[in-house]
Structures are given as C-alpha cells and as structure tokens.
C-alpha cells in the first residue's frame, strides 16, 4: 500500500507538516474548531496544515491547523459590536427601490427586493 499523496509530517516537502484530509493528528484543531471550542489562535504560527484536492476545480485547497493549547478565549461582543452587526444586517435587507425591509437578504441578482425586480423589465 503506497502512502498518501499529501503525507509529511515531518515538514520536509511542504515546510510544515502536512497531512492528508482526514489524517491530522486529533491535538490539532483547524480555526473552525478552535472557535467551536469558544478558542482563536491568538496570533500563534500556524502548526501543520491539511491539503487536499478539490473534485470542482481540481486545485489543491489547504486548512491550516493550530495547537489549541497555546489558542485564548474569544474576545466577547461589546455592544457597538451588536449594534453594528445589527445596522449591517438590516442594509442588506433594506431594498433600495421601495425603502421596505424585506424580511430576508436581498438577492445580489437584483439588488431589490422580489416585489420591486417583478417591476423592473427584463430583470429575470
């Protein structure tokens, strides 16, 4: 049995240790994990890394792993924070057309709320 493509745990052909999809070490955790954890990588190197190849577009993607141990709690959310996100969230529901908050994002398609790209011609 041949070893797999992406295998290199030692560094010596990637530059850090690389490991195939599936096959990382379970004492590494992608950022995704780290905050499922409630955890951010703290500004620490990144330790390993997964490479993998894409069944679209072929490329060779990466998800960079870290050492949860030397990762910090997230920062909480301040209330400018919330109010922020929260005038963010209702520009994108806002159309422009009719000033109306839609009640769900607006489609990028259109950039106006289905009622108003129903009006516009030729907008499907």
Same mark, same amino acid.
């Given at each position: ?33 780290? @905050? %499922? $954890?409630?955890?951010? !990588?703290?500004?620490?190197?990144? &330790?390993?890394?997964? /490479? ?37 969230? @209702? %520009? $994108?529901?806002?159309? !422009?057309?009719?000033?109306?908050? &839609?009640?769900?994002? /607006? ?18």
């Amino acid at each position: 049995m041949s070893r797999p493509r992406f295998w290199d745990p030692a560094g010596e052909r990637f530059g850090i240790p690389t490991f195939p999809w599936r096959m990382a070490p379970d004492s590494l955790c992608t950022r995704r994990q780290l @905050r %499922a $954890r409630g955890l951010r !990588p703290n500004g620490q190197p990144v &330790a390993a890394q997964i /490479l993998w190849r894409s069944r679209k577009s072929k490329d060779v993607r990466a998800a960079y792993l870290y050492q949860p141990e030397l990762a910090c709690p997230v920062r909480p959310m301040t209330p400018a924070k919330w109010a922020a996100l929260a005038a963010a969230n @209702r %520009a $994108r529901r806002t159309c !422009p057309g009719c000033g109306r908050d &839609a009640g769900y994002v /607006l489609p990028a398609r259109y950039g106006t709320c289905l009622p108003c790209a129903d009006d516009i011609p030729n907008a499907a």
